[in-house]
């Protein structure tokens, strides 16, 4: 089965694209990865987007707007990619209510049924409330594929996502959280500066200085000391987060950025010496970030850091491949989430399918999911793979 992951992430730069073909055979489900890809958002989208994220103020008006305007880019998306048997749209997160660390709703735009006309086949989306309403953070939902993923590494091991946001999966402990920023604050305060979206290849970073005592500060936030399950976004780590507690410091741009790197650094850091973990696959925007890969390297003791490229899942495409395979269980009518990682009171079967063209056919319900995945390249399979 063809399966489309559509993901846009707490960055909202673009929209990330994954064909895979998933094969099941016993208890390992083979994934072919046909093609993977990055599609923008038009930049007065992209600005609307980000006018509307928390703390800025958003009508009712601009929310059905934005539902429509990403509905169609994600539809515009998907087209892009070519023909398929399933689309799995995350949507574009624009609330993720919390309050006392317990997480209350998650909102992502992005209406499924402009993919669904553009496409004509079936579209999985709104993955995430399902897990919220059984008591779970609904995230990270990446958590399921991590677990798969790390199956047979050697010594204790961990996926980590460098987005706007951090996240961590554990394998041994079976869990899973949001760390803290990742790029979101290091993207802020570029664009406050001089309107680019990011850091390019980290060079800012790199011709500054780490600041001490904003670092401190920095690193003062409670949340970093809630325990897990937690999840968190824009909603607490904001433009206006990062220029409350820099003001009185001052920093010069490049310091600013050096010291955020330090931040992302320590904060993974640390979780990865908590567990002692020995080997953490690493993917995501901030993968390719030198300054942050260095000091991430020199704070995370003996762990190995490789990227997920090296076990067959492109690291800029991590999430969007992870979205395919929530969208084939959704087909097969298998959950896709472990309590432990979630928070939720048990496994849930993920989101709302919306028909294409013609009646809606769904393969056969599968007994139990699959405990192992395996990637193989389009020309070792001979560019296709059996239907799931």
Not at 235 to 254: K, M, Q, T, V
């Amino acid at each position: 089965m063809r399966v489309l992951g559509l993901m846009s992430g707490t960055s909202h730069d673009g929209i990330d694209s994954a064909v895979v073909d998933w094969s099941p055979d016993g208890d390992v489900l083979t994934g072919v990865v046909e093609h993977t890809g990055t599609r923008p958002y038009e930049g007065r989208l992209r600005e609307r987007i980000a006018g509307a994220l928390p703390p800025g103020p958003a009508g009712m008006a601009e929310v059905c707007r934005l539902d429509t305007l990403i509905g169609q880019a994600f539809a515009d998306a998907a087209e892009a990619c070519g023909p398929v048997d399933l689309v799995c749209s995350h949507g574009q997160t624009m609330f993720h209510w919390v309050e006392d660390g317990r997480v209350r709703g998650t909102l992502q735009l992005g209406q499924p049924a402009w993919i669904a006309e553009r496409t004509g086949v079936p579209v999985v989306s709104d993955l995430r409330a399902r897990d919220v309403a059984a008591g779970g953070q609904g995230a990270p939902l990446v958590s399921y594929f991590d677990l798969l993923l790390l199956d047979g590494l050697p010594g204790p091991s961990g996926a980590l996502n460098l987005g706007g946001i951090a996240n961590l999966t554990v394998r041994d402990a079976r869990t899973a959280y949001d760390t803290g920023p990742a790029s979101a604050l290091m993207d802020a305060a570029v664009s406050a500066a001089t309107g680019a979206p990011y850091d390019e290849d980290g060079r800012l970073a790199a011709s500054g200085e780490v600041h001490e005592g904003l670092l401190a500060d920095l690193l003062a936030e409670p949340y970093y000391r809630a325990p897990p399950p937690k999840s968190t976004g824009k909603e607490l780590f904001h433009p206006g987060y990062l220029a409350e507690r820099a003001s009185p410091y001052r920093p010069a741009l490049p310091d600013l950025l050096a010291t955020l790197a330090a931040l992302t650094a320590e904060t993974v850091a640390a979780e990865i010496r908590r567990h002692r973990l020995e080997t953490v696959v690493v993917s995501g925007g901030g993968a390719r970030n030198p300054v942050l890969m260095s000091m991430l390297a020199a704070r995370a003791g003996d762990a190995r850091i490789v990227p997920s490229d090296e076990l067959g899942v492109p690291a800029d495409a991590k999430e969007a491949i992870a979205f395919s395979l929530l969208g084939w269980l959704t087909a097969h009518g298998l959950p896709a989430t472990v309590p432990g990682c979630t928070g939720a009171s048990g496994p849930r079967v993920l989101g709302a399918i919306t028909p294409g063209a013609g009646a809606l056919r769904l393969p056969e319900p599968l007994g139990e999911g699959p405990r192992r995945l395996r990637f193989t390249a389009a020309a070792e399979a001979g560019g296709a793979g059996a239907a799931g």
